[in-house]
């Protein structure tokens, strides 16, 4: 089966239409009206961005969704879920202090912002489905309640995923703690003790405190360790990773199946917008915002997460790699430019898993609106 994505540049060329208009051209044509009953409660599933960080999507943007959603009838509200690690949108408070300091108000964005999975992570419900590692998942209450839902994602690089997109919004960003935990479970970190600076910087952001110093080494207790990945972002020399011949494609399938339990019960009902603006080399969950490695190309839009994450994987391989970016090699088009700046991971497991579990297809036809 081939899934339909529509695609609107970022250039202007010579209609000179600006990027509002076309995010509401790619509303219309993607047939997100549809999906919208009238009263309806609809979750815009965004992410709010760490503190430091400012490459996600912008409000602006978002606006436009809101708009469209209240002109069918519909009542949006601005979502995610909170953290497994430390930082700034680790519990409600802290999160939506996070969203409106990076411009998610109400006089901005038309709505309210809601977390999903409560005060301290725990609203949430358990979803069956059948996986290959689950049989049931997590999925944050305020979620799974609605009928429909709209999902915004920033397409960049990761450096556990390879790539984040529309499946990974779904599968960890629709997840309380405790369902990340899961996704999590089985990875653990391994210190290369020469290659460690023994800077401290991976004690200090572990939500566990599983880290800690011995002799200036950063050494790891596998017993506490919940596996999510943080000591590896800070650290300055790449000294900490993971077994990637063992546990990465475990890791990635998990995400994978959560992403299925959060769609279930909106057969037909979601609408997916991927933004290929400003792709850097890490997740919006780092409290930074590195160069890009590829430049802008546009916004997806489908309502299919599998077929617009590989569309998007697709128009970043066909880019000309930035120089002087985080990216290491693959700088030619047709290039695997999340590859060149992560070599280990191995992002297309989440679409050819996805579409092996039902998720999606990565069969696509993609339709350019000017």
């Known amino acids: 089966m081939t899934s339909m994505v529509y ?72 979502t995610d879920t909170n ?123 572990c939500p566990r405190i599983a880290v800690h110093m011995e002799q200036d080494i950063a050494v790891v207790d596998d017993e506490i360790c919940i596996g999510c990945g943080e000591c590896m972002t800070v650290c300055p020399v790449g000294s900490i990773s993971f077994d990637w011949d063992k546990d990465i494609v475990p890791f990635m399938e998990m995400m994978t199946e959560y992403a299925l339990g959060a769609v279930q019960g909106k057969d037909g009902r979601i609408g997916y917008m991927n933004f290929l603006i400003h792709i850097t080399p890490e997740c919006d969950c780092v409290p930074w915002s590195d160069a890009p490695i590829v430049p802008d190309i546009g916004i997806l839009a489908s309502t299919d997460p599998v077929a617009i994450d590989m569309a998007s994987f697709d128009l970043v391989k066909q880019q000309i790699g930035l120089r002087g970016s985080r990216l290491k090699d693959h700088f030619e088009p047709g290039d695997d430019k999340f590859e060149g700046t992560w070599e280990k991971t191995k992002g297309l497991v989440q679409i050819q ?12 036809t993609l339709k350019e609106i000017r």
């Open 7 to 78: 695609f609107a540049r970022l250039k202007t060329g010579k209609t000179r239409v600006n990027t509002i208009t076309k995010i509401q051209k790619l509303f219309d044509a993607a047939g997100f009206g549809n999906i919208i009953a009238e009263g309806e409660l609809v979750p815009v599933k965004v992410h709010f961005g760490e503190r430091g960080n400012d490459t996600y999507v912008r409000p602006v943007y978002v606006r436009q969704v809101v708009d469209k959603i209240k002109a069918r009838g519909g009542k949006p509200f601005l």
């Open 83 to 205: 953290t497994l690690y430390s930082g700034s949108r680790h519990d409600s408070v802290e999160h939506l202090i996070t969203a409106v300091e990076h411009g998610f108000s109400y006089s901005v964005v038309n709505a309210p912002c809601i977390i999903a999975d409560g005060l301290i992570s725990d609203n949430y419900r358990e979803v069956p489905i059948k996986g290959k590692h689950f049989q049931s998942v997590k999925i944050a209450s305020d979620i799974l309640s609605p009928g429909s839902m709209l999902v915004l994602s920033h397409v960049k690089g990761h450096g556990m995923a390879g790539f984040g997109g529309a499946i990974k919004n779904l599968g960890m960003g629709c997840a309380p703690a405790a369902g990340k935990m899961d996704q999590h479970r089985g990875l653990r970190p391994l210190v290369d003790e020469k290659g460690c600076a023994g800077c401290g910087r991976c004690a200090a952001v």
């Open 353 to 364: 898993y996805g579409e092996s579990i039902g998720l999606g297809s990565s069969k696509y």
